[in-house]
C-alpha cells in the first residue's frame, strides 16, 4: 500500500512539473507584454513632459514679449502710461472702498456705517 502510495505522489509532482514547465513560456510571454507596456507608459509621461516644458517655454517667451511692449510703450507716451496708472490706482482705491463700507454695513446688520470708538 506505501508503494502505490508514493507511486500516486510521484505521479502527482510530475504532473506538477509538466504544469510548470507548460506554464513557463506563458509566463515568458505575459512578461514579455507587461515590459512592452511598462515602455509604452513611460514614452507617453516622457511626451508628456516635453510638452509641457514646451508650452512653459512659449508662456514665458510670450510674457517677455509682452514687457518689452509695455516698456516701449511706456517710453513712446510716458503721460498717458503716468495718466493710465493714475486712473488703475484711483479706481482700485475706490473698489476697495466700497467693499470695505459694505463689509463695515453688513456686520453691523443695520445698514448705517458705524465704528465704535475704542476707550483706553
Not at 4 to 9: K, T
Request: charge should be positive; hydrophobic fraction near 40%.
Amino acid at each position: 500500500m506505501n508503494v502505490d502510495r508514493n507511486l500516486g505522489e510521484m505521479k502527482m509532482e510530475t504532473k506538477t512539473i509538466e504544469r510548470a514547465a507548460d506554464g513557463a513560456p506563458q509566463f515568458a510571454h505575459l512578461t514579455h507584454e507587461v515590459s512592452k507596456a511598462r515602455a509604452l507608459v513611460n514614452d507617453v509621461i516622457e511626451d508628456g513632459k516635453r510638452k509641457a516644458q514646451r508650452s512653459v517655454k512659449h508662456a514665458v517667451v510670450a510674457a517677455e514679449e509682452c514687457v518689452e511692449d509695455t516698456t516701449y510703450y511706456i517710453k513712446r507716451h510716458p503721460w498717458q502710461s503716468v495718466g493710465l496708472a493714475a486712473g488703475l490706482g484711483v479706481g482700485t482705491g475706490l473698489l476697495a472702498s466700497w467693499m470695505v463700507s459694505r463689509a463695515v454695513r453688513a456686520s453691523t446688520g443695520n445698514g448705517k456705517c458705524e465704528f465704535q470708538a475704542v476707550e483706553r
